[in-house]
């Protein structure tokens, strides 16, 4: 792909350029305006950190089933054995694999998040 | 349905306070897309009143739709406020003269709703501590309330709750191993059924208005009210999700489970066990994943058009990281 820009350049510039103008609409376009460039933050951080946490997740993923796969196949077999009962909150190493994946994700959506911990 | 708002507020201005009297600085709040919320003032000859038009501008499917009717919640408002909870006092229920739909109107009713600014404003240093103990307090009286028959609640419990959103999560077609752990491991530890009793619904931080002098001063946005276990109102209002940045403060992240559960016993409610409480907090939490992939999938079938119910999908990662840590602290 092309570096001049990077896909990644040209969201972070339009986000930029949202948060210039915000300022100047009504209250309600100044609230989604703020959800747009929220948006634009996110797809730039998942161009950037995206390809590394899905091969993190795949790893996981292939430690905790026990055979190789893509992401698309792992991840829908570890569901259905959670909806089935095969796997749960006793099963090792489940909720270890289970907050890597989460973690990575929510770095990528949401990154100021606070959530419960020690 | 196009309705000119300002200017129909303009003739209830009159219809309500008289002669002369004008409705002033109509303005749209930040609200849901199918519900609209609109500030607005009446100036009339008995002097100027902050009042709040709610109304429904999407359609409406009473039959399906989790939500009651305007009117319902008008007379859940009545009755809630008869057993001293703080509801905001009702004006006047719309009808077809007044041309704005299904409405209602309510005083304005002083105070924050914010809940990034009630957890972190210094002006509300003062009564945050008590704000966990006066949730209690009013949602025992809330839950001792006679639901007015009129306003046809439904009733719901943990199993009902899980079938409705997995079925809405499976129509999702979305594939999230946490959701599908929470649901399997919620519904192997359903709580023992206990009488339903009217609930709020959407008891949270968000829903509240505080007043920096008195605290909890009214409870907002009845319509998600029905018939259920009194723990799902104590449950909601600690989802971690409104919290605003105060995952430390279990109770809307301005307070303690210690004081809500006190606060509920001492206004006379059924004492309710902590354990409790979580499971309806993971629940909660496993609803609000849910609702955020419903929004997207409102946007993706083209049903809404805003680019706020995409990016709302985006939050359902946080409930998974919310989800996870309930079930290791164990339920």
Not at chain 1, 86 to 92: F, K, L, Q
Not at chain 2, 120 to 124: A, E, V
């Given at each position: 792909m092309i570096t001049h820009p990077k896909p990644e350049e040209l969201t972070e510039a339009v986000g930029r350029w949202i948060e210039q103008v915000?300022?100047?609409?009504?209250p309600r376009n100044q609230f989604l305006a703020r959800v747009a460039a929220n948006a634009l933050a996110a797809v730039t951080r998942e161009l950037t950190l995206g390809d590394q946490a899905q091969a993190a997740a795949v790893e996981r993923l292939e430690a905790i089933l026990g055979h190789g796969g893509n992401y698309r196949g792992l991840n829908w077999e570890l569901c259905e054995k959670l909806r089935a009962g095969?796997?749960?909150?006793?099963?090792?190493g489940l909720l270890a694999t289970l907050r890597g994946n989460v973690l990575d994700q929510l770095a990528i959506d949401q990154p100021s998040y606070k959530y419960e911990g020690p | 349905m196009s309705v000119d708002v300002p200017a129909a507020l303009s003739r209830l201005a009159v219809r309500l306070a008289g002669k002369g009297a004008r409705a002033a600085e109509a303005q749209r709040l930040t609200g849901g897309a199918s519900m609209e919320t609109w500030a607005f003032a009446i100036e009339g000859p008995k002097g100027r009143e902050e009042m709040i038009l709610r109304r429904r501008s999407g359609p409406f499917d009473p039959e399906n739709s989790r939500s009651t009717s305007l009117a319902a919640e008008a007379a859940l408002i009545s009755a809630v406020r008869a057993k001293g909870a703080p509801a905001p006092p009702l004006v006047h229920l719309c009808d077809e003269a007044d041309g704005l739909g299904e409405a209602h109107v309510t005083r304005r009713v002083a105070g924050e709703t914010l809940g990034r600014r009630i957890n972190?404003?210094?002006?509300?240093d003062a009564v945050r501590p008590l704000l966990a103990r006066q949730c209690g307090e009013v949602l025992a009286r809330i839950h001792s309330v006679s639901p007015?028959?009129?306003?046809h609640l439904k009733t719901a419990d943990a199993a009902v709750e899980l079938d409705r959103y997995e079925e809405a999560y499976r129509t999702s077609g979305a594939e999230r191993p946490v959701l599908e752990l929470a649901f399997r491991h919620l519904r192997d530890h359903l709580p023992e059924a206990r009488r339903p009793v009217l609930l709020h619904g959407d008891f949270r931080n968000g829903n509240l208005i505080v007043d920096p002098?008195?605290?909890?001063?009214a409870v907002l946005d009845w319509e998600l009210s029905h018939l259920g276990d009194p723990a799902e109102d104590l449950g909601w209002i600690c989802v971690?999700?409104?919290r605003f940045g105060r995952p430390d403060r279990p109770v809307g992240g301005f307070g303690d489970y210690e004081d809500l559960l006190a606060g509920y016993e001492s206004a006379g409610g059924e004492p309710v066990p902590l354990g409790r409480v979580r499971y309806w907090q993971a629940l909660g939490s496993l609803k609000w994943g849910v609702m955020c992939l419903m929004m997207y999938s409102s946007w993706a079938t083209g049903a809404e058009a805003s680019v706020e119910r995409p990016m709302i999908g985006r939050r359902v990662s946080e409930t998974e990281i919310d989800l996870l840590n309930i079930l290791e602290a164990g339920l």
């Open positions: 915000r300022p100047q609409l009504d095969e796997m749960g909150v006793a099963t090792p | 972190t404003d210094p002006k509300f007015p028959a009129q306003a002098e008195k605290g909890l001063a971690n999700s409104w």
